[in-house]
């Protein structure tokens, strides 16, 4: 049974048009948080201790399954916790739990729509996942829907509340609350400017497999700065 769930949220964001594509492609080249003075940076996961370095491979294999042959190390933080907590200053830069090993991947898969997507993993001093932007919720050998498919399943479902198709945009994300990506179908609202702030339309649905009956559809006002 599909559900459909109707809300309305107020965003801003800044460069609106630049985090947003008409291709169904995933390219996200982030940058990590910096520990400077603090950490030591490392460009090989064998600058990392042995048994954390097995756990990080025991880790992505387990995580990542069929997309593992596409990961590639790019760099990574060792962070001295000790130097960092007792520097009063420090602890006001950043908030939430603080790695020792602050690692960055990179996933190139383009059969699967990832012409490129930065993985970010964060363990403590023993090794342990404090945080990875991938959804370790599900089976590593859960499949993504073909992109093709999420458009038609959008697009008809766009026809059936007769949205405006004119000039829509795609947004991926990942929601690290429910560990799930999401494809997000914006439809411009007609005769819905008004100056900066614009009216949309939006279809979210999951890109995995396994949810595939689960979206949602909703209205949200943009507004848009330009530098």
Not at 24 to 35: F, G, H, I, K, N
Not at 67 to 90: C, E, H, M, W
Request: hydrophobic letters at 35%; glycine letters at 4%; proline letters at 3%.
């Amino acid at each position: 049974m599909i559900k459909t769930c109707f809300f309305i949220v107020l965003f801003a964001t800044c460069s609106f048009n630049a985090t947003c594509q008409q291709k169904m492609e995933v390219y996200e080249d982030a940058t990590s948080y910096s520990y400077k003075g603090f950490s030591k940076k490392i460009a090989l996961l064998s600058q990392l201790p042995p048994k954390v370095n097995k756990n990080v491979d025991r880790i992505m294999r387990s995580t990542f399954g069929d997309f593992y042959p596409y990961i590639t190390f790019r760099d990574g933080q060792i962070v001295n916790l000790k130097k960092y907590f007792a520097d009063s200053n420090a602890l006001n830069r950043k908030y939430g739990i603080i790695p020792k090993y602050d690692l960055v991947f990179r996933l190139k898969d383009t059969l699967s729509a990832i012409k490129l997507y930065t993985i970010f993993l964060q363990l403590d001093e023993y090794g342990q996942v404090l945080h990875i932007n991938w959804p370790r919720a599900h089976p590593a050998t859960n499949k993504f829907r073909d992109v093709k498919s999420v458009e038609y399943f959008v697009l008809k479902k766009a026809v059936e509340f007769k949205f405006n198709e004119k000039g829509y945009t795609v947004h991926f994300s990942y929601d690290k609350g429910q560990e799930k990506f999401f494809w997000e179908f914006m439809f411009p609202v007609i005769g819905g400017e008004k100056g900066e702030r614009k009216d949309y339309d939006v279809i979210k649905v999951n890109w995995q497999r396994n949810d595939e009956n689960n979206y949602m559809i909703y209205k949200t006002q943009v507004i848009s700065i330009y530098d």
